[in-house]
Nanobody
């Protein structure tokens, strides 16, 4: 089993910054993709950013403001959020694809979510 623990959410004024972190622990042989999704009230969960060994991918709404990074040794993914806007308010979820062993298929895991609130 794999556990994802998120930290770093909170309340910030528009134009401010926050940094989210997520650490995976448990039965981990390898991790391919790590990423962040968000869900605002009344909306579907949407992709924010992902990172693999091949590079990064961002939603158009956060390009140029958010930066995703990864520490493979620590199985950690971080999201630096700058120039935050009220429309960035949502619960942010960490997501990862983990192979628990060399012969097993990867499984998808989600964190518990962390609230980000941006006031105008």
């Amino acid at each position: 089993q794999v556990r994802l623990v998120e930290s770093g959410g909170g309340l910030v004024q528009a134009g401010g910054s926050l940094r989210l972190s997520c650490t995976a622990s448990g039965s981990i042989f390898s991790i391919n993709i790590m990423g962040w999704y968000r869900q605002a009230p009344g909306s579907q969960r949407e992709l924010v950013a992902t990172i693999t060994s091949g590079g990064t991918n961002y939603a158009d709404s956060v390009k140029g403001r958010f930066i995703i990074s990864r520490d493979n040794a620590e199985n950690t993914v971080s999201l630096q959020m700058n120039s935050l806007k009220p429309e960035d308010t949502a619960v942010y979820y960490c997501n990862t694809n983990v192979k628990p062993s060399s012969w097993s298929r990867p499984n998808t895991y989600w964190g518990q979510g962390t609230q980000v609130t941006v006031s105008s």
